[in-house]
């Protein structure tokens, strides 16, 4: 297929906003635009200008620490605001950040394989080149800090190494990948480009602020005017409530959750009435709603945008940064948004999508193991992503799932299992779900239950219903019901709410192998109304998050 791309007033050969250097190099006076965040019970702020300024003098606690231009510095830590003032005192010095998952790492082993001069964590004895977060709220307010002292350093080149990234890890051992300042500057023009950020909006941040996109909105609250509110999962709708945010940036699982509590509720089916609901549980506020990391239902999807709560579906990879995106003006449900202009796709001889163009996050990963970048990287400097898509008349891109979401069942029979997921998430006794089967007769799926009491013989009905409405090699005939929920905290989920296939897979395969002893059928499309079996799992997760 053709190189794809959007269409965009967007000017490919003008210069592109300069964002980074312009929250480096240029001291923010805006007295008016504010940073909400939260502090035990409380909802407290600072404007921009005091932001900005409290950032100044943790650079000058850095710099008397010995951080220069190009150190490295870690942050293994959850959502705070400390988060961000070191983090913009890094942009300050010119040092780079590596965002690393609270409790996944030893200190001395990210120090090691990051070469970090500082690591900044919320738990752990002050040794070695650790330093609790916690103090840096003090070094923001130093009256005696003087960010005059700093040394003076040069402006970002687009070549330079911004900040360290990791994949989430949900495939294997997380990778690690150095930004470059290009890449970030031209997404978030492209993003300002699409959904124009401006006075009135009150960005609110939730997910991990170790994933850099998170940051994004971050520096462009700095540099175009506009309030922003940092939260995190816990407390996401509180703050939500207190603090009106114009746009919330989560992901599918997050507004899958919302979705359930508004219709547990009672949530009014007109759109009128849905509309006020779904504004009550977010803040009253709500211009639109951004969504990705993960598939999004389509009856999920619905649910916001049939009300007038525009919820816009986009894609992305850590390797890749945003990729294509919805947004108002073009819009298609179902679809994750046509390709950024200075984004390039085309499909390989598999149908795997490859993504190119300007300013590539990297070529290569930094750390990971051996034959890893030959497999993610082509020698273009694309990136193959693994995924199986397709673009629509309109331009529209469309994600169908990924290489290793086909199962092959004995039969030879190829399934694409994210399809039938979504479909069996919409069954009122199903929160989550993971579809397994290759080399099997039959697909079998583990159940993360929407109540602790499910009844198997209700499960297995309504599965029964749904499979009339499959096609013939999409039919479920043997299911398990999981202990608790799939959560991030038990491992299987990784931190953007995606399935952990392959630690699912671990807990529950003796209970799925036992189905198949139990159950033996075989698909082979010949026989309607075939019995489906549902068992209740033996196999139970760790309570620890995976180390894969």
């Given at each position: 297929m053709a190189d794809q791309s959007a269409g965009s007033t967007l000017d490919l050969t003008a210069p592109v906003p300069d964002t980074l250097n312009t929250v480096a190099m240029t001291g923010c006076q805006d007295g008016v635009h504010r940073i909400r965040f939260r502090v035990g019970d409380e909802i407290r702020s600072l404007t921009l200008a005091e932001l900005d300024r409290g950032a100044a003098r943790v650079a000058c606690h850095l710099h008397a620490a010995g951080v220069k231009a190009r150190d490295r510095i870690g942050i293994m830590s959850r959502n705070r605001i400390e988060w961000v003032l070191l983090d913009l005192?890094?942009?300050?010095?010119?040092?780079?950040?590596?965002?690393?998952?609270?409790?996944?790492?030893?200190?001395?082993q990210v120090i090691a394989d990051f070469g970090l001069t500082l690591l900044f964590a919320e738990e752990g004895p002050e040794e070695g080149g650790v330093r609790d977060i916690a103090t840096v709220a003090a070094w923001a307010e130093d009256a005696e800090a003087d960010p005059a002292s700093l040394p003076a350093r040069r402006p970002y080149d687009p070549a330079d190494v911004f900040a360290i990234k990791q994949t989430s890890g949900s495939t294997g051992v997380p990778k690690g990948i150095e930004?470059?300042?290009?890449?970030?500057?031209r997404s978030i023009a492209a993003v300002q480009e699409m959904f124009d950020h401006r006075d009135g909006d009150n960005v609110l941040v939730f997910l991990p602020v170790r994933f850099l996109q998170q940051r994004y909105w971050i520096y462009s609250a700095l540099a175009n005017g506009h309030d922003l509110t940092?939260?995190?999962?816990?407390n996401v709708i509180e703050v939500a409530q207190a603090t009106g945010p114009t746009v919330i940036m989560g992901v599918p699982g997050f507004y899958e959750q919302v979705k359930a509590r508004l219709e547990a509720a009672g949530a009014p089916a007109d759109p009128d009435g849905r509309r006020a609901a779904v504004q009550a549980e977010l803040g009253g506020r709500i211009r639109y709603l951004w969504t990705g990391s993960a598939p999004a239902g389509r009856a999920m999807l619905d649910f916001f945008n049939d009300c007038g709560v525009p919820l816009y579906e986009g894609y992305g990879l850590n390797e890749t940064c945003i990729v294509s995106k919805n947004h108002p003006g073009a819009y298609r449900v179902g679809s994750v948004?046509?390709?950024?202009?200075?984004k390039r796709i085309r499909f390989d001889q598999d149908g795997i999508l490859i993504v190119g163009g300007l300013d590539p996050v990297n070529t290569r990963y930094t750390w990971c193991g051996p034959g890893v970048?030959?497999?993610?990287?082509l020698p273009t400097g694309?990136?193959?992503?693994?995924?199986?898509?397709?673009?629509?008349?309109?331009?529209?891109?469309?994600i169908d799932g990924r290489v290793d979401d086909i199962v092959t069942l004995s039969g030879a029979l190829n399934i694409?299992?994210?399809?039938?997921?979504?479909?069996?998430?919409?069954?009122?006794e199903v929160h989550d779900c993971a579809v397994f089967g290759d080399g099997k007769p039959y697909l079998t799926a583990v159940v993360s239950p929407a109540a602790a009491d499910t009844d198997p013989e209700a499960l297995a009905a309504a599965v029964g219903r749904l499979n009339d409405e499959l096609r013939y090699e999409q039919r479920i005939y043997g299911m398990v019901v999981a202990g608790e929920r799939f959560s991030v905290d038990n491992g299987l989920l990784n931190a953007q709410f995606k399935l952990v296939r392959k630690e699912i897979s671990r807990v529950y395969g003796d209970d799925l192998d036992l189905v198949y002893q139990k159950h033996t059928v075989y698909n082979d499309g010949t026989k309607d109304g075939l019995p489906v079996l549902v068992t209740a799992a033996v196999g139970r997760p760790r309570t620890e998050k995976s180390e894969e």
């Open positions: 005192a890094a942009v300050k010095l010119g040092a780079v950040v590596a965002g690393l998952e609270p409790g996944r790492y030893r200190p001395e930004v470059t300042v290009a890449s970030v500057n940092l939260a995190d999962r816990a948004g046509k390709v950024l202009p200075h970048n030959e497999k993610t990287y694309e990136v193959k992503t693994f995924d199986i898509g397709h673009v629509d008349e309109d331009g529209f891109l469309y694409l299992v994210p399809a039938v997921e979504e479909r069996l998430r919409e069954l009122p």
